[in-house]
């Protein structure tokens, strides 16, 4: 009996972190609106630009930034952050989930017209350590292609969930500083990691910025006439 109630206990415990984990179902469109968009500019505009003469953006003072592969950390991290960043804003309310959804939506266009119109390419340092950061370093390096990188995508995403952490109410005081920091961790690793060159950030984040006032205006609309 005992072992019974301790079983139903666990399986009670496990669906309540399974709900909180979950996106609601008013937000499944948005979010795989989002990334079907996010497949098709990064995968398609390759297709796009094949056999199309890719420019080099890389300055002097990106030569003199160093190949720290221990940063690699971060720059993959930049996954969950973003996972947890669109989960929190979907499950902030139906409003915030579509506001956030539409800001990428729009950045992701405007980054899909860059890439056609102006794409870029980089060189890559050569990795000679055998240390497991080297190596998982080595492993983004096979599995992504040096190109689409003006303007960043690393960095347009964890801006967003930056920008869309100031629109959330369910989260602690500190996550908004937190986010931030964290951004501002990911811009760097993608220069670190040799991924990105110094200008691509401040267009990602741009293209960001322009995705979450295009947005944050359409709703602001919306409202006057709601």
């Excluded at 989930?97 to 405007?110: E, N, Q, S, T, Y």
């Excluded at 056609?116 to 000679?128: D, K």
Aim: charged share 15%; hydrophobic share 50%.
């Amino acid at each position: 009996m005992g072992k019974t109630f301790c079983t139903n206990i666990k399986i009670i415990n496990k669906m309540k972190i399974l709900k909180k984990i979950t996106p609601p179902p008013y937000s499944w469109l948005p979010l795989l609106s989002v990334f079907g968009f996010n497949m098709f500019v990064y995968y398609g505009t390759r297709l796009l630009n094949a056999g199309r003469e890719h420019y080099m953006i890389e300055t002097s003072l990106d030569r003199r930034i160093p190949l720290c592969t221990g940063f690699i950390v971060i720059y993959v991290l930049a996954y969950g952050q973003w996972a947890c960043g669109y989960l929190l804003a979907a499950r902030e309310s139906r409003r915030v989930c579509r506001k956030m959804a539409a800001a990428d939506l729009m950045a992701k266009a405007g980054t899909f017209a860059v890439f056609l119109i102006f794409p870029t390419s980089i060189v890559r340092s050569s990795i000679q350590g055998r240390s497991w950061c080297d190596l998982l370093t080595a492993l983004i390096y096979r599995l992504d292609a040096p190109d689409n990188l003006f303007p960043s995508i690393h960095c347009l995403e964890s801006w967003l969930c930056f920008r869309s952490s100031l629109w959330l109410k369910k989260v602690p005081p500190w996550y908004p500083a937190a986010s931030f920091l964290f951004t501002v961790l990911v811009c760097a690793s993608t220069v670190l990691v040799k991924q990105h060159v110094l200008v691509d950030i401040p267009a990602g984040i741009l293209m960001a910025e322009i995705g979450a006032a295009l947005s944050g205006r359409v709703f602001d609309i919306q409202d006057r006439f709601s």
